[in-house]
Each structure stands twice: as C-alpha cells, then as structure tokens.
C-alpha cells in the first residue's frame, strides 16, 4: 500500500516517461495535475478511496482515479509498467539532473541513444552531447556540472523530505505503549538543510516489542541490522534510519549525544572535564578524585548524575541550555556561559502572519479564497497574496491588469474570511536593478516581495550591484530567496551578500528567510551577519498551495540557526504594524 507521497511520486514517473516517450503534453500535464491534487490532500487518501470519492478533487478525472485507486492498493498500475519495460531502468535519474528535463532527454536518447547518467556524463567527456540539435559545448559543460553536483548529494536527503518521513516512524512508533517518549535527534533535529541518515531515540522499558512495532513500518525496504537495543533499516527512498533505545533515566543524555552536532559534543565534554564529570551517550557522570579514565570510556554507573531532560545537563556544568538548532560549534557554548543565549528566540507560535504567498493568478496551485482559509485555519491574523510580476511570464506573472481584478477577488474574499488579507507582489529585480511594477501599482499595494529569477549567470560583480541597486529604491521592500540557491539542484548565485546586506541596512528594505525546503535562504552565517546590521526579517513560505504554508517551520528553524530573535521578525507583528512597517510607499 503507497502513501500519497509515494502515489504521486508515481504519477510523476508516468508523466516524466510518457514525454520522453513523446506523448501529447496535454495527457503529460494531466498527470502532474494529479501528483499536485494528491499531495495537496487534506483527507486522507485511503479514505478517499475507499469510498469513491478521488473524482471529486480538481484534476482528477475517473481514468486518473482508477490508477491512484490501484497505486494505493498494491503499489502497481498497467501503465507505469509497461513504460518502465519499454525504456532503460536508468532513464529517470537523468531527470535529477539540473536543467535537463524530458524533452532534453529524449533528444540525447534519439541521438546518442543515451539511457543512464553514466552513459550521459561518458558523451559529455567524448564531446558528443555538443553535437546534438538544441546542445553546445556551454550545455554541455553544464550537464557535466549537474552530474557532479547530483552525485555529491547522493547521500542527503533534504530536510522536508527526511522530517515528514522522520515524523510517520515518530508517529507509528508512539502508537505502541512499549514507546514511553520518542523524538528525532541528528541534524533534522537541528534543523540542517540535509541530512545523511534519520536518527531516532527512545524511552522504553521493552525494546524487544518496540523494536518489533518499527519493523513494522510500511516503507521499511530492508534491515540493515538488529540488537537489543539499535534497529538500522533502508526505507523504499534510499534513507537509512537508526533506531536507539534505552530506558528512560537515559534517555535525555543519549538524545543530546545523538543530536550533535559532534563540533558541538566534543567542546561540551572538554567542559565538561575541566568541572569534574564525564559526559558521554551513556550519560553524565562525576570523575572520581583524581580523575579517571578516558573521556570515551564508560565510567562506573554508580558515578552517574541524574539528568531526565537536557536542560538538566547544560545547567550541571554551569551553563544556559542551548536550543538544538544551535549546536554547532559556533560560539554557543561560550555564549551559553556567559548566560548570553538569546531567550527569545523565534518560535513558530511567535508569527502572526503569512508572508510571500502564491495563488492559482500565477503559478500557484489553491485559489486565493483557498489560501485564505488555510492560512486561518493555521491561526494566522493576515496572509500577503504576493504572485508574480509580469516579467516572469513563465509562472503566469501579472500585469497591471491582471493584479487589479486580483484585487477585486481578494476583495470578494475577505468578504468571507477572518483572515486579512494583503495586497502584494513579487517583483521580479530587472537587470539595472529596477522592480518590474510601476510606481502607480506600488502605491496600492501592502507588501512587496523583490527577487530574482532570471540572469542568474551574471557575474559576481554585476549581480551585487543589480541587488544593491534595488535594495536602495525608495520602495519599502522584503528581498526574497537572497541568493537564489535551489538545494541539490542549483548552487547560489554569485553575489557579495555583504555589500547586499550594506544596501538593505542603509535603505528602506528587509530580507526574508525563504522556507521552501529547497531553498531555506538565507542560510545561518547570512542571518547573523544581517542581525548584526540590524536588518529585519520577513520569516515567509513562498507557498504555491495551501499544503505550501507549512513551509513556515523551515523558515523558523532557519532563522533559529541564525540566532533570530522574536523582535527582529516584522510577520510577528499585529496585522496593522506589519502593514505600516513594510507599507511600498510611506
């Protein structure tokens, strides 16, 4: 049985094969169509299911229902099959490949006859990809540059894609009793942009039947190896997860140890020798007079200092608790000393409104009425509606026209819902640096977004001055995914975020943390060097459905990295603040 994760990960594989294959781009876009509605579900898939009512959801039609039905109940259908005997096992891997979509594949497979990355990247090293219509030598270059990137982050998993697995284990896992507490530690616990494996602790006083429960998880592909108290396995995706359990007096010191990061463990147990103890996954424990053993050793459990929660640990060695997301070695444990660990902190209850927000007027996939309701559903006080400027016509930008009938439909909206509603944009930054929305529209709108998304190949030089140019308008304006980096996909531009961050301190401009989970940018480091300035931030979602405004916890946890403090986030503010504060013209 298949998730709705992994039942539109199918749908996609039928489209992607399908226009390789040459189909009509009108039955390929049907089934993106459909892989959106299913991951865009509020209800439960099975459920659906079960009860006939799949039709009943926008882009699903009856043909495309009776292949979901039949993903869901046995992981096949006809279709996906066939095309996956008719073309190379390894054709679809060369779609992870940036900038290389299906129709580019199916001209290097007529031509080349090309059906894996290795049997692309060896045309690419004999310059034969340069000899293909619609190629050069500068693509060529390119692709070999996207297989190395593709290959380096074979072993990472992004963020999102690592929590949402990590939380259905968590989930599955505490439906037992044998589970007493049960958390993710590593770096998703931390909230890195990636992450290697999926780590896992918990509480228990029966690790036989505990371990039996996350055997039981649907998506376990193989068991790697099993103890008495460590589970490893691969899911279906290629992750592999490590499952610990110990009892619970344990369990706070062996979720910090597994946390990390180890920077961060290795300067807490130098600490922690220099006051008299010993810290280990086993625990804390006071050195004998002395001294003792090794610091790696296990010392005599009757030397152990009771810790049921961290915070009992860090407080031991005469310090602040360091929130998880700060564990990196990076001037925290000093910090924490000298009781100078910010606590206020931003947590996502901190945020009152949804800012950077995309609807079906560009290329978002939920109606503004559906957005709105989303976003009050949430709790928010007010959501900005910030589609795409006429420039990017390749995402259905608006022009002056088109944004005023948008207005006329926020308006109808509001009508109907609690949540304010904003008028706004996201404007792309041209080329000299200007914004892409006249003076007479700027005067109407709440918010705007400012970004780039186009001649992201100009030089360092040049795309510093374009963003600085634009930063220094007198237009109040969030600068939107700073660097333009697409994790796993495409590297940031390049830019001197410094100078940029000089333009925004010196200008009537904030910066916004993006939490899509592709791009979470800025990253920490560009986050305290803007704080330093005392620039303000926007902690936004860049949604392009209503499932998209979860995206606000990869913002938050981003921003944590950086040190962010609830006071320097202008979406923490009432509706009528923030609409002063980033008000276009004032």
């Not at 989930?171 to 998703?188: F, K, Q, V, Y």
């Amino acid at each position: 049985m298949l998730d709705k994760s992994d039942v539109a990960r199918a749908l996609r594989e039928i489209g992607h094969l399908l226009e390789i294959q040459g189909e009509n781009p009108f039955k390929v876009r049907a089934y993106e169509t459909g892989a959106r509605a299913v991951e865009d579900l509020s209800e439960d898939l099975g459920a659906l299911v079960a009860s006939g009512r799949l039709t009943e959801i926008p882009g699903i039609g009856e043909a495309l229902a009776r292949k979901i039905a039949a993903l869901h109940a046995t992981g096949h259908v006809a279709l996906l099959d066939r095309l996956r005997a008719e073309l190379p096992p390894g054709i679809l891997r060369l779609l992870e490949v940036p900038d290389l979509g299906p129709r580019k594949i199916a001209a290097l497979r007529a031509a080349l006859g090309v059906g894996s990355l290795e049997e692309l990247e060896a045309a690419c090293a004999a310059g034969r990809v340069r000899s293909v219509k619609g190629f050069g030598e500068r693509s060529e270059r390119k692709i070999l540059e996207g297989i190395r990137r593709l290959r380096a982050r074979e072993t990472r998993t992004p963020l999102g894609e690592a929590l949402e697995v990590g939380e259905e284990i968590l989930a599955h896992l505490r439906a037992s009793p044998a589970a007493l507490r049960a958390d993710l530690a590593g770096s998703a616990r931390r909230f890195r942009e990636t992450v290697g494996d999926l780590d896992l602790v918990a509480a228990t006083r029966d690790p036989a039947a505990l371990a039996e429960r996350f055997l039981s998880f649907p998506a376990i592909a193989e068991v790697i190896g099993r103890g008495d108290t460590k589970v490893s396995v691969r899911l279906s995706r290629g992750l592999q997860v490590d499952l610990r359990m110990v009892p619970p007096e344990d369990y706070a010191t062996l979720l910090h140890h597994l946390t990390g990061s180890k920077a961060h463990h290795v300067k807490l147990r130098g600490l922690a020798r220099e006051r008299g103890f010993t810290l280990s996954e086993w625990g804390l424990f006071r050195l004998p007079a002395g001294g003792g053993g090794p610091a790696d050793s296990e010392p005599d459990p009757g030397d152990k200092v009771p810790v049921r929660e961290e915070e009992d640990l860090y407080r031991t060695l005469g310090m602040q608790p360091v929130p998880p997301e700060l564990r990196e070695d990076a001037g925290e444990v000093e910090a924490a000393l000298a009781g100078q660990i910010p606590e206020d902190l931003v947590r996502i209850e901190d945020v009152r409104g949804m800012v950077h927000c995309h609807t079906r007027w560009s290329d978002g996939r939920a109606t503004v009425e559906e957005m709105a309701r989303a976003a009050e559903a949430m709790g928010m006080e007010y959501l900005t509606i910030t589609d795409h400027s006429r420039v990017a016509a390749y995402a259905g930008g608006l022009d002056a026209d088109r944004l005023r009938r948008q207005w006329e439909e926020i308006d109808r909206v509001q009508e109907r819902v609690k949540v304010r509603l904003l008028r706004g944009t996201e404007a792309d930054i041209l080329e000299d640096g200007a914004l892409d929305v006249p003076d007479d529209v700027l005067e109407r709108l709440d918010v705007v977004i400012a970004s780039i998304h186009s001649r992201l190949t100009m030089s360092e030089a040049e795309m510093t001055r374009r963003i600085a140019r634009a930063m220094r308008l007198p237009v109040f304006k969030i600068l939107g995914h700073a660097t333009g980096r697409l994790l796993g996909e495409r590297d940031a531009y390049p830019v001197r975020i410094e100078e940029v961050l000089d333009a925004v301190a010196g200008s009537r401009a904030a910066v916004e943390v993006n939490g899509d989970p592709q791009r979470m940018d800025l990253e920490p480091r560009s986050i305290r060097l803007a704080r330093q300035r005392g620039i303000r931030f926007a902690l936004s979602t860049d949604a392009h459905s209503a499932a998209g405004l979860r995206n606000l916890r990869f913002a938050v946890g981003t921003a944590r990295r950086g040190w962010m403090r609830r006071g320097e986030v202008l979406n923490a503010l009432p509706v009528e603040e923030f609409r002063m504060a980033v008000r276009p013209l004032g």
